[in-house]
Structure formats: structure tokens, C-alpha cells
């Protein structure tokens, strides 16, 4: 009986080696698919200390055009901590006024349309910006 099971399992694993790769943003199985770049180059700059309005604002470092559509922008409580995605913009920067001081931590990912979906590349290295009070 073991032998029967373990000769099942492994036939089905060569099975599936064999199947067609269908998904339309999958870069392996489309050769037309754009991955976008990894984000790098982000600064950040906050309000400083005693200004009424609090803010921070992050800039970084644009793709290239045909690679990229857009950004998404995501913030968590902590460096290791899970990251929400809080906006999206055309351009390399995003700025959010009237905010409580604090630490902040974000990530950056770019994504490009194509192929009647969207395609994000991978998450940037987590940053850090202080607001104070």
C-alpha cells in the first residue's frame, strides 16, 4: 500500500512539472510581461520640530517609463512589522500632511499594467522617518 501511494504521489508531481503556465502577468510563461525594478534611492524629510502642520514626504528614485505606471506606498508600525498599502502615485514622491509626530516606516513598490492586470515588482527596504513634536 505504501509503495502504491508513494508511486500516486510521485506520478502526479510529474504530472504537474507538465502543465501550462496560463497566468497573463506571469514574466516566465510571457515573454512580453515587464517586471518593474525594485524601488532604491528613497530619502525622506519630515516637518520639524514645533512647526504647527506635521508631515513627512518620501522621494525616490523614478524608473524608467515603459517599466513603471506608478508606485504603491506602504506603512507599518515597525521595521519587521507587516506593511499596509496607504497610496499610490504616478510620480516618485508622496507626501502626507497633518499627521500625529511619531515614528513611521514605509515601503515603496512600483507596478505596470499590462496584459488586463497589474504587475507589481517587488517591495523596497523598509525606511524610516521621525516626526517630532
Avoid at 510571457?30 to 525622506?44: A, F, K, L
Avoid at 512647526?51 to 506606498?73: C, H
Amino acid at each position: 500500500m505504501k509503495i502504491i501511494t508513494l508511486l500516486l504521489i510521485v506520478l502526479v508531481l510529474l504530472m504537474a512539472c507538465g502543465l501550462r503556465r496560463s497566468n497573463p502577468l506571469d514574466p516566465i510563461g510571457h515573454s512580453d510581461v515587464i517586471v518593474p525594478y525594485e524601488v532604491s534611492g528613497i530619502i525622506t524629510r519630515a516637518s520639524t520640530a514645533g512647526q504647527s502642520i506635521k508631515f513627512y514626504e518620501l522621494r525616490w528614485s523614478a524608473n524608467p517609463t515603459a517599466n513603471t505606471d506608478g508606485y504603491y506606498v506602504y506603512m507599518g508600525q515597525g521595521y519587521n512589522a507587516n506593511f499596509a498599502r496607504i497610496g499610490s502615485v504616478q510620480t516618485n514622491e508622496f507626501y502626507e500632511g497633518g499627521v500625529f509626530p511619531g515614528d513611521y516606516y514605509f515601503r515603496v513598490s512600483a507596478y505596470k499594467q499590462q496584459n488586463g492586470g497589474i504587475l507589481e515588482g517587488r517591495l523596497s527596504q523598509v525606511c524610516w522617518v521621525r516626526v517630532p513634536n
